[in-house]
């Protein structure tokens, strides 16, 4: 589920926890693209560090980053980062983000924080 969505510096910082499904990472992007500032965000860190499994086979990934896809439309300089260090929820991060590599966003994988906060602020 959804842990808490908040503001982090010209981006957004999203928490997940227990169990996560398509919808509510369908849910999440809506949220996201709701946000009057959307089409302003920098980055958007997703952290999976509570996340006990990611319940998503190959086909609803793609739908994921199809949907991706048409909001990177409305934001194409967005930065994207994925963080797990649980070897399920990262391989399945990097699935996304192989399948999403030809679109507009900056998208990486990693399994360390440090790292990622670092890369969204270069």
Not at 79 to 86: G, H, N, Q, R, Y
Request: glycine share 6%; with cysteine; proline share 2%.
């Amino acid at each position: 589920m959804i842990k808490s969505i908040r503001d982090d510096g010209g981006g957004v910082r999203v928490d997940l926890c227990g169990v996560i499904t398509s919808g509510e990472l369908l849910e999440m992007g809506d949220r996201l693209e709701s946000r009057p500032d959307f089409t302003a965000l920098k980055h958007v860190l997703l952290v999976f560090s509570d996340v006990e499994d990611l319940a998503l086979n190959s086909n609803e990934i793609y739908s994921l980053v199809l949907n991706d896809r048409r909001r990177s439309e409305l934001n194409p300089s967005l930065k994207l980062a994925l963080v797990s260090d649980a070897s399920l929820v990262f391989g399945l991060s990097r699935m996304y983000a192989s399948y999403y590599s030809d679109g507009p966003w900056q998208v990486m994988v990693f399994s360390d924080f440090v790292e990622a906060e670092a890369w969204l602020k270069a």
